[in-house]
C-alpha cells in the first residue's frame, strides 16, 4: 500500500527553523512530483511548494518564498522541507502529497496520496 510519513514537525520561536522529512513506500518514487500543503485551525488547506520528478521545477507560496526550501532525495524515496526564519502565521499541520501530473501543481486536488500531517506551532 501507499504511504506518506511526515515527520520533524514541533513548538519553536519566531525566527527559528525546523525541517520536515516525509518518508514514502508502494510507489515509484521517480514517478510523482511532490508537494507540501498546510492547514491551520478554520482554513483551508493551502499549497507550500512543489518539485518535479528530478527536481528540475520547483514552485513556491509567495508567503514562504525566501525562507524554505524544497528539495527530494530519490535514492531515500524522501522529500524534505526546510523552513527558516518561521513566523507564528507558520503555524498549521503540514501535509505532504504525491502527484502524477506532468507538473507539480498547487491545488490540493491535484495529488492522489496524502500522508497524515504534522503539527509546527512557532510561538512568538
Known amino acids: 500500500q501507499v504511504q506518506l510519513v511526515e515527520s520533524g514537525g514541533g513548538l519553536v520561536q519566531a525566527g527559528g527553523s525546523l525541517r520536515l522529512s516525509c518518508a514514502t513506500s508502494?510507489?515509484?518514487?521517480?514517478?510523482?512530483?511532490l508537494g507540501w500543503f498546510r492547514q491551520a485551525p478554520g482554513k483551508e488547506r493551502e499549497f507550500v511548494a512543489a518539485?518535479?520528478?528530478?527536481?528540475?521545477?520547483?514552485y513556491y507560496a509567495d508567503s514562504v518564498k525566501g525562507r524554505f526550501t524544497i528539495s527530494r532525495d530519490n535514492a531515500k524515496r524522501t522529500v524534505y522541507l526546510q523552513m527558516n526564519s518561521l513566523k507564528p502565521e507558520d503555524t498549521a499541520v503540514y501535509y505532504c502529497?504525491?502527484?502524477?501530473?506532468?507538473?507539480?501543481?498547487?491545488?490540493?486536488?491535484?495529488?492522489?496520496?496524502w500522508g497524515q500531517g504534522t503539527q509546527v506551532t512557532v510561538s512568538s
Open positions: 518539485i518535479s520528478r528530478r527536481g528540475s521545477s520547483i
Open positions: 502529497a504525491g502527484s502524477l501530473s506532468v507538473l507539480p501543481g498547487a491545488g490540493v486536488r491535484d495529488y492522489k496520496y
Open positions: 508502494g510507489l515509484t518514487f521517480g514517478s510523482y512530483s
